[in-house]
Nanobody, 121 residues
Framework: QVQLVESGGGLVQTGGSLRLSCAAS????????MGWYRQAPGKQRELVAR???????NYADSVKGRFTISRDNAKNTVYLQMNSLKPEDTADYYC???????????????WGKGTLVTVSS
């Protein structure tokens, strides 16, 4: 089993910054893609940003130029630096990781429990 634990959410004013962290632990051989998703009230969960083990990155158009994703492979941790935050960024943010476990033929997706980001206007 693998656990993902997010931290860093909170309340911030428009234009402010927050940094989210997500640490993976458990039976891990390696981690493929790690990413952040978010879900606002009444909306579907959407991709924010993701990064492969090789460093290839994708961002949602709505966060390009404001958010930066990075990872520390040695620590099995992914980060999301969020700058110039807007009220529409308010959501629960979830960490996702595709993990190779011992004796597993393929990677398996795991999710964190989420961390709330609230941006006040």
């Amino acid at each position: 089993q693998v656990q993902l634990v997010e931290s860093g959410g909170g309340l911030v004013q428009t234009g402010g910054s927050l940094r989210l962290s997500c640490a993976a632990s458990g039976s891990i051989v390696s981690i493929n893609t790690m990413g952040w998703y978010r879900q606002a009230p009444g909306k579907q969960r959407e991709l924010v940003a993701r990064i492969t083990s090789g460093g290839r990155i994708n961002y949602a158009d709505s966060v390009k130029g404001r958010f930066t994703i990075s990872r520390d492979n040695a620590k099995n941790t992914v980060y999301l630096q969020m700058n110039s935050l807007k009220p529409e960024d308010t959501a629960d943010y979830y960490c996702n990781a595709n993990v190779w476990e011992p004796l597993s033929p393929t990677g398996r997706d795991y999710w964190g429990k989420g961390t709330l980001v609230t941006v006040s206007s």
